[in-house]
């Protein structure tokens, strides 16, 4: 088996309603990480889907998105999450590339925790629809004692999709850890609204599912 891991996908009816792919494997190792046992990948030794060629998998999720199922879920594109799906960003290119050439407009959702190069982040904007962004923390070292990653790239690439593609953005999603990064809350608050006070952010209550 080689070539990226797909964890799991489904019809998932949580806005936005979608095929969702869980890619396994992330560059981050998060505190509370509610997808530990895709994102840990293959550390944790769970169980995987394994391997789909990109082809087969733009034909299932337009198969999905048009059975009666996701037709009366109003379930309208595909949306990558993970894990974290840039790691797998050549082959997510492919899948989506097959999947709009029986759909054109199929849209697509990203989940991303922001960590990339602003060349990927471009990537990722020229075929998205829409993007769910997660911030950790302000902080280098909060981000770096929750994630491991430094905060500099992933504040940057926040502030560029919120000034050049709030189009885009379904939404920044921030989760609240208890004695970790409350400090780091208001600071991310103030710095979305010194850009745009119109910026949609979501609060995720901290489950210690990984720690």
Known sequence: MSGPIVASRTLHPAPPESYTIFVAGCNFKCL??????ISQFPDNGMGVDGYVAP???????ISRLE????????ADRIF????????????IERVVAEARRFRPNLKVNFDTNGFMTEESLK???SFTTSITFDLKGFYDDTMRAISGAPAGPVLRNAEIVARTASDKLWEYRIVAIPEVNEEDIDPLC????AISKELPVAFLAFRPNFV
């Open 55 to 61: 082809e087969s998998l733009a034909l299932e999720s």
């Open 67 to 74: 059975s009666t199922s996701g037709t009366l879920m109003g």
């Open 123 to 125: 990537r990722v904007l």
């Open 32 to 37: 509370g990480c509610q997808n530990w046992t």
């Open 80 to 91: 990558f999450s993970g894990g974290e799906p840039t790691i797998h960003l050549p082959f």
């Open 190 to 193: 103030r710095f979305l609204a």
